[in-house]
């Protein structure tokens, strides 16, 4: 069975045009705030239960290599 997927647009002042219950799983690659505490606090304060929240790297090369191709996460990295 093939995946499919629609994305949506939404003003940032407005709320998702979704209703209540309609997924079963949120998930974030690139989270807009900087502290997972935060973030936690916003997701439960929405009505989400916080499953797993972690951030975790141990590669150097990796971590040059992502911020390189994101760059607005830390604007004026540099190598």
């Not at 239960?49 to 971590?63: K, N, P, S």
């Amino acid at each position: 069975m093939p995946y499919t997927a629609s994305v949506v647009t939404s003003p940032d002042s407005q709320p998702l045009p979704f209703v209540d219950d309609v997924f079963d799983l949120v998930s974030s690659r690139h989270p807009d705030v900087r502290s997972l505490e935060v973030a936690a606090s916003q997701a439960e304060s929405a009505g989400l239960r916080v499953v797993d929240l972690r951030q975790e790297t141990y590669d150097i090369g990796a971590v040059t290599y992502f911020l390189r191709k994101v760059v607005w996460t830390v604007p004026g990295f540099t190598v």
